[in-house]
């Protein structure tokens, strides 16, 4: 089993044995009044196993803790779906990937958004975006639609000009020169980095590389409203939903901004890799 997926039962496991220590109770005790086998404790506990729905509230009854139930009963959910292959999402191809997280985008008021090495995808030119899709295509064998998947994102930007949503970024000084492509791809992507932060429901951080930083935060992702965390890995995406989660990633998130610069002294930072992009093609 992929490890966040064993990781997050053992995580949902703890929580069970506080909520049975709370309530004074022995692993055979709460056994005898689920009229489970007691061994079916030790592995919900041991997040050698899954607990079901009705598992979570005939736990939170026994112990007197059914205030406990919703919060865990959104980490059951969150277990069963926060591990998605990339190839079984896109074995379609990248264009359906695209495609189908548009209904997500719009309904979504307020994007906040951590990328640690490339420019988030919102924020893409044609030719940048393309050469990422090219990379992943090959990495993970997938069907060639590079154009198709380019098209599709360019589509998906149109949440930037429409409706009253509200988009924050904190991006890694390090996204502004991981070379994609070529200078002339880089510099146009930079260029269009610094139209986009004239947009008015745009605000964009930039983490200056050698600057004293207040969180140590590891790995890009995407907070949409309140209500799901996206993380991406190599072989997986997160999809997180459960409360406590979603909280972390939002402190950590406010957190990264108070390490970042914004307005003149972000632009700076973004000429100054068009600057440098430029030399270093010469």
């Known amino acids: 089993m992929p490890t966040p997926v064993r990781e997050a039962r053992e995580a949902l ?25 007691f061994t079916k ?11 079901s729905q009705e598992d979570i509230r005939t736990w939170c009854r026994a112990c007197g803790a059914t205030d406990q139930v919703p919060d865990l009963i959104a980490t059951v959910r969150n277990i069963e779906s926060m591990y998605l292959e990339h190839r079984r999402q896109m074995h379609a191809g990248q264009k359906r990937l695209q495609e189908s997280s548009i209904p997500l985008y719009e309904r979504t008021s307020m ?23 090219r990379f992943w295509a090959e990495f993970m064998n997938l069907p ?27 991006i890694e000084e390090q996204a502004l020169r991981t070379r994609v492509s070529s200078a002339d791809v880089m510099t146009g992507q930079l260029d269009r980095l610094l139209a986009v932060m004239s947009l008015p429901r745009v605000n ?49 998130f406010d957190i990264l901004q108070q390490s970042a610069v914004t307005g003149q002294h972000a632009r700076r930072l973004i000429s100054q890799a068009i600057s440098d992009t430029g030399s270093e093609a010469s």
Request: no cysteine.
């Open 13 to 37: 496991g703890a929580r069970l044995v506080e909520i049975r220590k709370d309530a004074d109770l022995t692993g055979r005790a709460l056994a005898a009044l689920a009229g489970w086998h």
């Open 41 to 51: 404790v030790s592995k919900l506990e041991n997040g050698a196993r899954s607990p």
């Open 111 to 133: 994007f906040r958004v951590y990328d640690t090495t490339v420019i988030p995808g919102l924020l893409t030119t044609a030719e940048y975006a393309a050469a990422i899709f």
């Open 144 to 170: 060639d639609d590079v154009d198709s998947a380019v098209a599709a994102r360019m589509e998906r930007q149109r949440v930037l000009y429409t409706g009253s949503r509200q988009f924050q970024f904190v």
């Open 204 to 252: 964009i951080w930039i983490i200056p590389s050698m600057a004293e930083r207040r969180s140590l935060a590891q790995g890009s992702f995407w907070i949409f409203d309140n209500s799901r965390v996206h993380v991406e890995t190599v072989s997986a995406t997160l999809h997180i939903t459960q409360p406590r989660e979603i909280a972390l990633y939002t402190r950590i």
